[in-house]
């Protein structure tokens, strides 16, 4: 077998040239790439502006209180700071722990250069990785996460993939039921957050000239016209993806004509966060921040880490703490940590692996660790850390006769150097459910995960000492084996054509069994958080991937000649034994994450072992909302930024709605606000006019 080695700077799956400059391949064609030039021309928007700096401010610059403080400046952050500061008597600070970014933006803003000078591994990505995994061969997990403006959306893929209907109504009926409130349920059905998905796109068409080369189905329907995030397509394709959706057919994948609206189900070219007017990734800050005018009721504090929060002694009438501060520093060279107070709210908003780590640190969380970490418990919330998920990914890499993105970069020509060649992102997914995987047999696999659910293998597979987290645990695992079996995807296959040479297909599973959590075992806040997702610790977890893997295959097979010699893991490795070896051991090709950590304050009745309730408030906390992509309660078919921006979208209009004052010591209704302010004009008017004897 030819050992190709992932190469963790060029994020997914992109292979290193080093290792394969041994490999023969066939002498190179021609460029093949197809420019074209946007359908409509648009004029110039606000986001077609540079990046430049916007509302930063120095930590001496920074006021003793704000209205809302907000924990991370990354995808949902920045988004909360836009929307919540459309008021201009609202005042917002963003504590964002990385750099601004302003010293790589080229690298950012370059789509390409999310493969091939990526910010994955630098001083800009957290660089977490997992506890060895037994279930891995003891392997270490990667876990890459923005640390910079913007967050994961400066680093990520920028694939456009939303969950299904199914997955979302299913969000709402878990929130609806055991004690949980069917009133406020609705926001998270598929209708609504869809209405907010679309709310942050605007989406520009693929060109004729585009889609007369590649099969892409476009309605544009299906998306925002007029927010901030930019959603289009690369300004040129690779000729390869032209047979995509008809290889992917050839394996029994049918062509998803609708992708994006509700059903993801398919084979498809899926749109990209690629601002089309100058070829530059759409993300949270160009998009929400960048473009906005000079907002003095708007402060961005970078290289500012949030360490903890502080809560009155007292509880309010619900029994509910009250948030005073938040400490924050910018090292840990730093002997104070700063207290900015708390006017109104605190929203976490520091992603899926950091966000359990500061409510842990401020005494809110599972009292065993909290316990063993020597932390003073304030809150017991036994949720917190729990329900780590992510997806799992593995390719089947091929030789190919003909031209990839990557030896067009590697050539050096002019075009490799081209904004239209440099907005060329992978962008080829299909999403199979069971029956596809296991070719219509999947019926005793699926009895067998149904039967396998007991209260021994939970108390050995969920590792909490909460009945809450375990009723939780088996809820979603049920409509996993169940619901979700057919009606939604269990594996996503994505194509890759950044590296020299060979053609990539993956395999990431979609719904994993297996469960893990984030903790801490310290009183010290920058001491690191750790991450074990007990990945494959159910056994279905890895005959699904190899399923996925066996699929890849078949797809492989319906492209023909215009894929060659296989070589991951070869063509030797048939047997199930074989590709199971090769997933569990193989550290670059083997299972591998896909950097979609979710669910550790999972957005779950309390019951069901959830962290936030539908309103995004924590348990227990008076002021305290997490938004981001911890409240996932499981893993959906999709990648998840899409859904991200719509759960921190509609966060914003709730927060608007009603929130809660420190001073008061309760919430208001922003209707009831305004209407006391009218009754009170209306006072004034009456005296005013009796005194003038009207
Ligand atoms: C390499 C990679 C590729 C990906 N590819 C895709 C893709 O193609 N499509 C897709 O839809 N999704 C993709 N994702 C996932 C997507 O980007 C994330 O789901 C999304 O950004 C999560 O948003 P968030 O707001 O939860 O967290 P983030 O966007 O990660 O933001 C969290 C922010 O909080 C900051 N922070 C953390 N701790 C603290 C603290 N203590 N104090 C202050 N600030 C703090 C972080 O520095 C960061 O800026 C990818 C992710 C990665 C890492």
């Not at 502080?310 to 104070?336: F, L, P, R």
């Amino acid at each position: 077998m030819v050992k190709l080695k992932l190469d963790a700077s060029l994020v997914l799956f992109a292979l290193s040239s080093s290792v394969l400059a041994v490999v023969q391949r066939s002498p190179q064609p021609q460029p093949n790439a197809q420019p074209y030039s946007p359908l409509n021309p648009r004029a110039a928007t606000p986001y077609d502006e540079p990046i430049y700096r916007r509302d930063y401010i120095s930590t001496s610059e920074a006021k003793p209180s704000y209205d809302y403080v907000i924990a991370g400046g990354g995808l949902a952050g920045l988004v909360l700071a836009s929307r919540l500061t459309e008021d201009p008597k609202v005042s917002v600070l963003v504590l964002e722990a990385g750099m601004s970014g302003d010293d790589v933006k080229d690298q950012v803003n370059s789509p390409a250069g999310a493969y091939y000078q990526s910010i994955v591994g630098s001083a800009y990505d957290w660089n977490f990785t997992t506890v060895p995994q037994p279930n891995l061969a003891n392997r270490r997990i990667s876990q890459p996460r923005g640390r910079i403006l913007g967050g994961s959306t400066a680093m990520n893929a920028m694939y456009l993939v939303r969950p299904s209907k199914t997955e979302m109504d299913t969000w709402q009926e878990l929130l609806a039921g055991d004690g949980g409130d069917s009133s406020t349920a609705s926001r998270w059905g598929w209708d609504n957050l869809y209405k907010y998905m679309k709310k942050a796109e605007t989406f520009t068409p693929p060109a004729d000239s585009l889609k007369s080369v590649v099969n892409i189905t476009v309605d544009a329907s299906l998306h925002g016209s007029n927010g901030p995030m930019q959603i289009s397509y690369p300004a040129i394709m690779i000729n390869i993806t032209a047979n995509w959706t008809a290889a992917c057919a050839g394996a029994g994948i049918p062509e998803q004509k609708s992708p994006n609206g509700g059903t993801t189900l398919g084979g498809f070219i899926t749109p990209s966060s690629i601002n089309p007017s100058n070829e530059t990734r759409s993300y949270s800050r160009p998009a929400y921040i960048d473009s906005l005018p000079p907002r003095s009721n708007l402060h961005i504090l970078s290289e500012s880490t949030v360490l903890k929060f502080n809560m009155q002694s007292k509880q309010d009438k619900s029994g509910n703490y009250i948030i005073e501060s938040v400490e924050y520093a910018k090292d840990s060279s730093q002997t104070s940590n700063t207290v900015v107070k708390i006017n109104k709210e605190f929203i976490l908003a520091a992603g899926a692996l950091s966000t359990p780590k500061i409510l842990m640190y401020s005494g809110v969380g599972p009292k065993d660790t909290l316990e063993s970490a020597g932390i003073s418990m304030k809150v017991e919330l036994p949720g917190v850390g729990q329900r780590l998920q992510d997806h799992m990914t593995s390719p089947i890499v091929w030789q190919t006769p003909l031209q990839t993105a990557g030896d067009i970069h590697n050539s050096g020509s002019d075009f490799s150097k081209s904004k239209e060649f440099n907005s060329f992102i992978n962008d080829a997914v299909a999403f199979a459910n069971a029956s596809l995987l296991f070719d219509g047999n999947q019926t005793t696999f699926q009895q067998e995960i149904v039967a396998s659910l007991n209260d021994t293998m939970v108390d050995k597979m969920v590792p909490s000492y909460s009945s809450e987290v375990k009723a939780g645990y088996k809820k979603i695992y049920n409509l996993i084996a169940t619901r979700f079996f057919d009606n939604v995807a269990q594996v996503e296959l994505l194509m890759s054509l950044i590296s020299p040479g060979v053609v990539a297909v993956q395999a990431a599973i979609q719904h994993p069994y297996s469960i893990g959590r984030v903790y801490v075992n310290s009183t010290n806040p920058w001491d690191g958080i750790i991450i074990d997702p007990q990945f494959h610790s159910h056994w279905a977890d890895l005959v699904m991937m190899r399923q996925g893997l066996k699929l890849v295959r078949r797809v492989g097979a319906a492209y023909g000649t215009v894929l060659g010699t296989e070589l991951n893991p070869g063509p030797n490795m048939q047997s199930d034994d074989a590709i199971d070896a090769y997933l569990v051991n193989d550290p670059s090709n083997g299972a591998n994450s896909q950097f979609h950590p979710a669910g550790t304050a999972a957005m779950l009745p309390k019951a069901l072992g959830g962290v936030v309730d539908a309103d995004m408030k924590v348990y227990g906390l008076a002021n305290v909302r997490v938004v981001d992509g911890s409240v996932f309660p499981f893993e959906f078919a999709a990648h998840l930024a899409s859904a991200g921006y719509g759960v921190a979208e509609q966060a914003a209009d709730l927060i608007k709605a009603k929130s809660y004052s420190v001073t008061s010591g309760k919430a208001t209704n922003a209707s009831v606000a305004s209407t006391a302010s009218l009754s009170l004009v209306a006072l004034v008017l009456g005296c005013l006019l009796t005194i003038l004897g009207l």
